[in-house]
């Protein structure tokens, strides 16, 4: 149910196309709810077709102009709805977790290498993150919304903190003696 609550947040920001829209979603919402851009072009299509967003209208006609989505009030009305719900967190599954558990049974061949890559991939995210931050959160930029932003991108970083740091230290178990 959150792709469309994605997409109406990401379209109350800025009117977009779905071509910008799915641009958008691997600069910024994509780092915490990845849709394909299939998915976001059907839900756009829903979206519209419930009546919470509407197609802008064109300047003038021409012939593969995008479409420019703009959200409606019945989509704002949706977006507040879910926004203030209560809902539970979600239980944790991580596939690199369960084979983990599955290697102290099978054995541990292979999954030092796919540590390691894992550490390697959670330090560029955590490189990149801290470059977005640096960039788009200077002091002194503190109204609500920015702070908004900044404390789900401080949830990345945080997050990428913990992976580097857990797998960090698996590996030094894995490679005791």
């Not at 979603?25 to 780092?31: A, C, E, M, Q, R």
């Not at 839900?43 to 703009?70: F, H, M, N, S």
Request: overall charge neutral.
């Amino acid at each position: 149910m959150s792709l469309p609550h994605a997409i109406l947040t990401a379209l109350l920001e800025k009117p977009s196309s779905g071509l910008e829209l799915t641009r958008r979603f691997d600069k910024s919402i994509g780092y915490f709810w990845s849709a394909t851009h299939q998915q976001i072009y059907r839900e756009l299509g829903r979206l519209e077709r419930d009546g919470a967003i509407r197609a802008l209208p064109r300047q003038g006609v021409t012939r593969g102009q995008k479409k420019e989505y703009e959200v409606l009030p019945t989509g704002r009305e949706e977006l507040a709805r879910w926004t203030a719900a209560s809902q539970d967190p979600k239980p944790l599954r991580d596939t690199l977790l369960l084979r983990l558990r599955a290697a102290a049974v099978v054995g541990t061949q292979g999954i030092r290498e796919d540590l390691h890559r894992h550490l390697d991939l959670h330090r560029r995210q955590l490189a990149e993150y801290e470059e977005i931050e640096q960039r788009d959160f200077p002091p002194g930029k503190d109204a609500v919304e920015d702070r908004l932003r900044h404390v789900v991108l401080r949830a990345g970083i945080d997050l990428e903190t913990f992976w580097t740091q857990w797998l960090t230290r698996t590996i030094e178990e894995l490679e005791a003696p």
